[in-house]
């Protein structure tokens, strides 16, 4: 059974940074997709950056902010994340998903098939 587990949220003044980690069990993230996604309250959830092979894609709202990455030894994927911004508030989460020949962003919810419970991030202005 696969589990992912979110950390690293937390309340930050705007212009502060935070770490958002995720660890898995049951699969290995180098083998995989992986992805963090987010919801605002009363938003969709949306894209927020993804891996895949090497390949590494943000949405514009968070590209130069943000940096996702991977330790393979630990099986967890990062989300270092600075310059935050109150629209950044909202709930993280990381997913996985089976890898393809797709060498493109996976900011599709669909592409992945296991989720994490989240965490909240939450920014002051």
């Known amino acids: 059974q696969v589990q992912l587990v979110e950390s690293g949220g937390g309340l930050v003044q705007a212009g502060g940074s935070l770490l958002l980690s995720c660890a898995a069990s049951?699969?290995?993230?180098?083998?995989?997709?992986s992805g963090w996604f987010r919801q605002a309250p009363g938003k969709e959830r949306e894209f927020v950056a993804s891996i895949s092979w090497s390949n590494v894609y943000y949405a514009d709202s968070v590209k130069g902010r943000f940096t996702m990455s991977r330790d393979n030894t630990k099986n967890t994927v990062y989300l270092q994340m600075n310059s935050l911004k109150p629209e950044d508030t909202a709930v993280y989460y990381c997913?996985?998903?089976?890898?393809?020949?797709?060498?493109?962003?996976?900011?599709?919810?669909?592409?992945?098939?296991?989720w994490g419970q989240g965490t909240q991030v939450t920014v002051s202005s």
């Open positions: 049951g699969r290995t993230f180098s083998e995989q997709v």
């Open positions: 997913a996985v998903g089976p890898p393809t020949t797709y060498s493109g962003p996976y900011s599709r919810e669909s592409r992945y098939d296991y």
